[in-house]
């Protein structure tokens, strides 16, 4: 598990706290500026089946924070009928930006792989959230070859639903190659509040 928080100190957004349990790691690209950066990433590049990573992140009032990746999030073949497993919570304050914005999930042939992120913004709080899985080791011949791919995304105002959004695929038990064709990923790009309206 992990956790990090951003704040906004002397008029720049500041990392004040982030801890992540092995095998996550976080890399602080720009612990202070305009936006605050962290790369979450794990050890060994990837996820095997029955990892579990959980991160928790809060952006006080004012703050703005980046959530990226190193590279795309590998997901390993599971040998054993496992699953592996991430899951996101983050709490967004007054006037506070959180982009979460990674690489794509890559799935190996036979993984199975979970999500869940949950976001709670207060009344004038941003998010930019990019969740999007690719087709797999396309360039080894593996397109949608994976087991399972799970997410389930909630983002939330004052405890209401701004969108739930759930996704499974499963290669295995359809024809979700045959109805991709020549798509190479599946992508969702959400953008709420203020901060966000330019882009909107």
Do not use: M
């Amino acid at each position: 598990s992990g956790h990090v928080a951003c704040a906004l100190v002397d008029g720049e957004s500041t990392i004040i706290a982030a801890r992540a349990g092995n095998p996550q790691k976080l890399l602080l690209l720009r612990p202070r500026g305009l936006a605050a950066i962290a790369v979450v990433t794990t050890y060994g590049g990837g996820l095997v089946a029955g990892d579990r990573i959980e991160l928790d992140a809060a952006v006080h009032p004012g703050g703005r924070l980046l959530l990226t990746t190193q590279a795309s999030t590998k997901v390993y073949r599971s040998a054993d009928g496992g699953t592996a497993r991430q899951e996101l919570d983050c709490a967004v304050g007054e006037g506070a930006l959180l982009a979460v914005l990674p690489d794509p999930v890559c799935p190996f042939a036979d993984a199975r792989y979970a999500q869940r992120q949950r976001i709670a913004l207060t009344p004038n709080a941003s998010i930019a959230l990019l969740d999007w899985v690719s087709a797999g080791r396309t360039a080894r011949g593996e397109r949608w070859a994976f087991t399972r791919y799970e997410s389930r995304t909630r983002i939330e105002r004052g405890g209401r639903p701004l969108l739930i959004d759930q996704i499974r695929l499963e290669p295995g038990t359809s024809d979700v190659a045959e109805r991709k064709g020549d798509i190479g990923c599946n992508a969702l790009l959400t953008l709420f509040g203020p901060l966000c309206a330019p882009l909107v």
